[in-house]
């Protein structure tokens, strides 16, 4: 079958007024600190943020003056709203739910790449799949509608003629959080499993289900960003230099670990234990580990070919042109 191939500070005077409306800017603490809110998701895809949370480089690069919180998401679209609200400052999310609200005016830039890789299609132990003929009427999961691995599984079908009910296809689908997959596919709830690591890792211990497409076979397995680092423009505009250390720090948790890979291995399973209350076996983590790769480079064409396909898809209205919104400065 053919593949598809294809993130001294300026504190603004109103912030403390401002942050309670979605400023999308630093806002103070009661003790009169600057507060900078990183979000993220409890998956392998983003362990720079766990990492960075887990070493203190956030605070070390935005020193002592600034109060450090951390917000964990189950998907893109509460991500996103947490960002344009002003409820997180900058972090880490699928390409994704990125573009698809910068194509609706979110005022949303991606400074820096975080992972490549990590989204595996299991299907449930005794579903048959031969063939890529075989996902038609099928019902799949996914974190959510349009989100990254979303639209990579229904790329990678799409060339085969086979598309989501949403489209007029036969395929039903469902979203939800990535922690509930295995009990879903066990309960015949779910018959595929579009899962972001660790999850697909977790699923084949517990369930036996088969990896169907891998995440080098899935639509831009390889080569897509998995996750990238986000901010505002507003951000971007009157805090340039809190960017620059969010950034800097951002590239000390990637270079730490493909240099200490167990160490950044436990740091991972210890965050997503605090955030998801499951403790993932290190084994899991260390096949999980193989399927994704950590770099803070943002590849602009397998961005715009992505979204693309999402348009193909229907999840974008209009042909999106996203040069305005990758900003490669602070990476630089």
Not at 55 to 76: H, M, N, R, S
Not at 164 to 175: A, F, N, P, Q, V
Not at 252 to 259: C, L, R
Not at 282 to 311: C, H, M, N, P
Request: with cysteine.
């Amino acid at each position: 079958m053919k593949k598809a191939i294809l993130a001294v500070t300026f504190l603004f005077t109103f912030a403390m007024l401002l942050s309670g409306c979605g400023s999308g800017g630093a806002s103070k603490t009661s003790a009169g600190k600057e507060k900078i809110v990183i979000g993220y998701f409890p998956n392998i895809n983003h362990v720079p943020a766990m990492v960075a949370k887990d070493k203190g480089f956030y605070q070390q690069q935005l020193g002592d003056g600034t109060t450090i919180e951390y917000k964990t998401f189950a998907e893109g679209g509460s991500f996103m709203t947490a960002l344009k609200t002003g409820e997180i400052d900058a972090g880490l999310v699928g390409p994704a739910p990125a573009m698809n609200n910068y194509t609706t005016g979110a005022d949303v830039k991606i400074i820096a790449g975080a992972s490549t890789g990590g989204t595996v299609v299991l299907a449930r132990k005794g579903v048959s799949i031969d063939s890529v003929e075989d996902f038609a009427g099928k019902t799949f999961i996914t974190p959510g509608v349009g989100c990254t691995h979303d639209v990579q599984y229904e790329t990678y079908l799409e060339e085969a003629g086979i598309t989501s009910e949403r489209i007029g296809g036969t395929m039903k689908h469902l979203t939800g959080q990535p922690a509930q997959y295995a009990a879903m596919l066990k309960s015949g709830k779910i018959d595929i499993a579009v899962a972001p690591e660790p999850w697909a890792a977790v699923i084949e211990k517990q369930t036996g289900a088969e990896v169907v497409i891998g995440w080098d076979e899935v639509a831009y397995g390889e080569t897509l960003p998995a996750s990238v680092m986000v901010t505002s423009g507003k951000m971007i505009k009157e805090n340039p230099e809190t960017v620059q250390k969010i950034i800097d720090a951002h590239k000390q948790a990637v270079k730490f670990i493909n240099e200490h890979p167990e160490e950044a291995q436990q740091i991972t399973i210890k965050d997503i234990k605090e955030t998801t209350k499951q403790e993932l076996e290190s084994d899991v983590v260390k096949l999980a580990w193989e399927r994704i790769g950590f770099t803070y480079e943002v590849d602009e064409k397998t961005i715009q070919e992505f979204s693309d396909s999402s348009y193909a898809l229907k999840f974008l209205k209009d042909k999106p042109d996203f040069k305005a919104l990758i900003d490669k400065t602070f990476i630089n």
